[in-house]
């Protein structure tokens, strides 16, 4: 079992920063990869950036290449999404998934994804 924990949503205006964690615990170390997904009210969930533990190569989608950051703190169990120069657009839940296995297909699809976390609301403002 891998549990997850987000924080450090919150509102935030177009154009300014913010940096959200995910704290994992129990079989952490089992993890192929680690990603950051989002919803938004109405939408299906989409892929935004996936970190593979082991090597630490990173993809992210399209809608937030170049703005966005994953990275990971092994020794602190955690990774982060560096949100730089959000839109409104990006505003939806951000949760946290865990894979134990390396996705065969689409890194960005959900159901590639073993664990999930309970998911932080992030507000962009025009």
């Known amino acids: 079992q891998v549990q997850l924990v987000e924080s450090g949503g919150g509102s935030v205006q177009a154009g300014g920063s913010l940096r959200l964690s995910c704290a994992a615990s129990g079989a952490w170390y089992r993890t192929n990869c680690m990603a950051w997904f989002r919803q938004a009210p109405g939408k299906e969930r989409e892929g935004v950036a996936v970190i593979y533990t082991t090597g630490g190569r990173t993809y992210y989608a399209d809608s937030v290449k170049g703005r966005f950051t994953i990275s990971q703190d092994n020794a602190k169990n955690t990774v982060y999404l560096q949100m730089s120069s959000p839109k409104p657009e990006d505003t939806a839940t951000y949760y946290c998934?865990?894979?134990?296995?390396?996705?065969?297909?689409?890194?960005?699809?959900?159901?590639?994804?073993?664990?999930w976390g309970q998911g932080t609301q992030v507000t962009v403002s025009s």
């Open positions: 998934a865990a894979a134990l296995l390396r996705p065969a297909d689409n890194w960005s699809l959900p159901r590639n994804y073993n664990y």
